[in-house]
T-cell receptor
Framework: DGGITQSPKYLFRKEGQNVTLSCEQN?????MYWYRQDPGQGLRLIYY???????QKGDIAEGYSVSREKKESFPLTVTSAQKNPTAFYLC??????????????FGPGTRLTVL | AQSVTQLGSHVSVSEGALVLLRCNYS??????LFWYVQYPNQGLQLLLK??????LVKGINGFEAEFKKSETSFHLTKPSAHMSDAAEYFC???????????FGSGTRLSIRP
C-alpha cells in the first residue's frame, strides 16, 4: 500500500524550541516537497528536493531546514528562528522526470501549534 | 512566470445544483494544470489534470474541467452537487521550474441541504 506518511498528526511546541516533522514515502519518487498552509493563503513552498543529498529553497525557507539523506525520507526542522511557525505543514512527492506532467502526491499533514 | 487565480474564495451551492469553480492561469510554457481537493485537516488529493491530450478532462467524484487556451481558463464543474463535495479546492499550474507546482489560494465549497 504505497503512499506518504507524516508524523505526528498534531504537534505542540514551546517558543524557542526546534522541532522536526517527519515525512516518509514508499512510492519510489525522486522529488519531495514541503509546503506550509495558512488559512486563506493556499500552499507556500518551503523546500524541495529533486534527488537524494540535494535540496533547494522554496519561497519561504527562512527559519526552516531540511535534509535528504535517503530517497524515502525528507524531514523538516522548524527552528526557533521561524517567527510564526503555527501552521499546517504538508509533505508531497513526485515521480518521473522534472519535465513530465506528473502530479504531486500529498501526505496527511502535520498541524504545528506554538504555545 | 506561472501563476493561478481562483475567482471566489468561497462558493455555496444547493445540493443537486451545478458546481462551477473558476480558475485562470498564466504560463510562459505549455501549461500542465491540476485540480486538487482538500477535506478538513487532510492532505490534498488529485481530482484531475490537463496535460494537452484532451481539452475536456474527466476526474474523480464526477468532476470535470475544460481547458480553454483563448480564455486561459481551467474551470472545474460538476453537474449535481453532493453534500460530500464540501471541501477546499485548489487549482495549480506547473511552474517555470518544471519540478514545481504553483497553487492558487483555494476555493472553499459549501453545500446547502
Amino acid at each position: 500500500d504505497g503512499g506518504i506518511t507524516q508524523s505526528p498528526k498534531y504537534l505542540f511546541r514551546k517558543e524557542g524550541q526546534n522541532v522536526t516533522l517527519s515525512c516518509e514515502q514508499n512510492l519510489n519518487h525522486d522529488a519531495m516537497y514541503w509546503y506550509r498552509q495558512d488559512p486563506g493563503q493556499g500552499l507556500r513552498l518551503i523546500y524541495y528536493s529533486q534527488i537524494v543529498n540535494d535540496f533547494q529553497k522554496g519561497d519561504i525557507a527562512e527559519g526552516y531546514s531540511v535534509s535528504r539523506e535517503k530517497k524515502e525520507s525528507f524531514p523538516l526542522t522548524v527552528t526557533s528562528a521561524q517567527k510564526n511557525p503555527t501552521a499546517f505543514y504538508l509533505c508531497a512527492s513526485r515521480g518521473g522526470l522534472a519535465g513530465a506532467q506528473n502530479e504531486q502526491f500529498f501526505g496527511p499533514g502535520t498541524r504545528l501549534t506554538v504555545l | 512566470a506561472q501563476s493561478v487565480t481562483q475567482l471566489g474564495s468561497h462558493v455555496s451551492v444547493s445540493e443537486g445544483a451545478l458546481v462551477l469553480l473558476r480558475c485562470n492561469y498564466s504560463s510562459s510554457v505549455p501549461p500542465y494544470l491540476f485540480w486538487y481537493v482538500q477535506y478538513p485537516n487532510q492532505g490534498l488529493q488529485l481530482l484531475l489534470k490537463y496535460t494537452s491530450a484532451a481539452t475536456l478532462v474527466k476526474g474523480i467524484n464526477g468532476f470535470e474541467a475544460e481547458f480553454k487556451k483563448s480564455e486561459t481558463s481551467f474551470h472545474l464543474t460538476k453537474p449535481s452537487a453532493h453534500m460530500s463535495d464540501a471541501a477546499e479546492y485548489f487549482c495549480a499550474v506547473r511552474g517555470s521550474s518544471a519540478s514545481k507546482i504553483i497553487f492558487g489560494s483555494g476555493t472553499r465549497l459549501s453545500i446547502r441541504p
